[in-house]
């Protein structure tokens, strides 16, 4: 792995370079339909490609890959994709995996963390309760790789645009989801090394509207009760995360449920490929405001794919 100078933050091109080899270069999708529908010049990253599932792979790799290596074994909490993907992370190095999830977990999600070698720790839905869980892991010495609010995190995620730009270099604006917001935190640090001037846009479910809140408000809120079935997208927007958003100035769109459905419908039908809510809502925001994205060449990124495939089929099972 390059050595990081030590009087600066590693970047998302940093981690590009010591992950590459570690997670999947993710393909670009485009749909000639779908333009023509809709009126508009879309590219998609599609992260449901992504080892594990979802973009979360890259940030925990890099996080991982910087602990040392008599480290006890590392801890989190998370709604799932980051359960799994620093479960998975960690079993290459070797290490053991603690994750803090909320009961009302999606089911396969808690599965997958068990599947990646996961050790799982239920907790109330709340985000004190899934820090309080994190904080006695810690106690026991074992190392916190938080899900979005950490810099290595962050700049992993980052290695979205970094890629996603270099496939692409004709894209005039990307639109990344946000929950914690570490992928659109990082994607705003890529945007600012390697293409200055690009507009970067986050979008998320309206009710889980915390981070469109803050950016109104001018300052992180504190109170959030989500109420979406957008489960990878309700966490409270960190602080650092909030910062480097705020600083950049990055607009924030929110949508409904129904239009998140939408836009997973249109994914499948176009695209033929399944994403999880979470991974719909940039689609779902370009859609709901054209306007904005007329005449330019969109990137949007599906940043998951990791849905309870037995309830989607529920509905096919014989009856009796």
């Known amino acids: 792995m390059p050595e990081i100078p030590v009087h600066r933050r590693a970047t998302p091109a940093d981690a ?8 999947a270069r993710t393909p670009v999708m485009t749909s000639t339909t779908l333009n023509r529908l809709t009126g508009l010049d879309l590219v998609f990253k599609c992260e449901q490609l992504q080892k594990t599932g979802s973009f979360k792979f890259r940030g925990a790799s890099y996080a991982v890959s910087r602990l040392p ?11 799932g994709n980051h359960g799994a993907a620093l479960a998975a992370a960690a079993a290459l190095r070797g290490f053991s995996a603690d994750v803090v999830m909320p009961e009302n977990a999606v089911e396969a999600k808690i599965e997958a963390v068990r599947a990646y070698g996961g050790r799982v720790h239920l907790c109330k839905p709340t985000q004190a309760d899934r820090e309080n869980g994190l904080n006695e892991l810690i106690e026991r010495g074992l190392a916190a790789i938080p899900p979005y609010d950490h810099d290595d995190i962050i700049a992993g995620q980052g290695t979205v645009a970094v890629e996603l730009l270099a496939q692409r ?17 990082g994607m705003t640090l ?11 846009i986050g979008a998320e479910p309206s009710g889980a509207d915390d981070a469109a809140r803050s950016r109104t408000a001018g300052r992180r809120v504190a109170e959030h009760h989500p109420e979406t079935l957008a489960d990878g997208l309700r966490a409270l927007i960190g602080v650092r995360n909030f910062a480097i958003i705020q600083a950049n100035d990055i607009p924030i769109l929110t949508v409904t449920e129904q239009q998140i459905i939408d836009a997973m419908a249109l994914v499948w039908r176009h695209l033929k490929q399944l994403v999880e809510p979470s991974g719909a809502v940039p689609l779902a925001a370009v859609l709901a405001h054209p306007e904005s994205f007329r005449g330019v060449c969109t990137g949007i990124v599906l940043s998951g794919g990791n849905l309870d495939i037995r309830q989607l089929l529920s509905s096919l099972e014989p009856s009796g």
């Open 16 to 23: 590009l370079d010591a992950i590459a080899g570690r997670i």
């Open 69 to 79: 290596h008599d480290c006890p074994g590392v801890a989190t909490h998370s709604s």
């Open 169 to 185: 270099p004709d894209l005039d604006c990307l639109v990344a989801p946000i929950g914690g917001g570490g992928l659109l935190a």
């Open 190 to 200: 890529a945007v600012g090394q390697h293409r200055p001037g690009l507009r970067v």
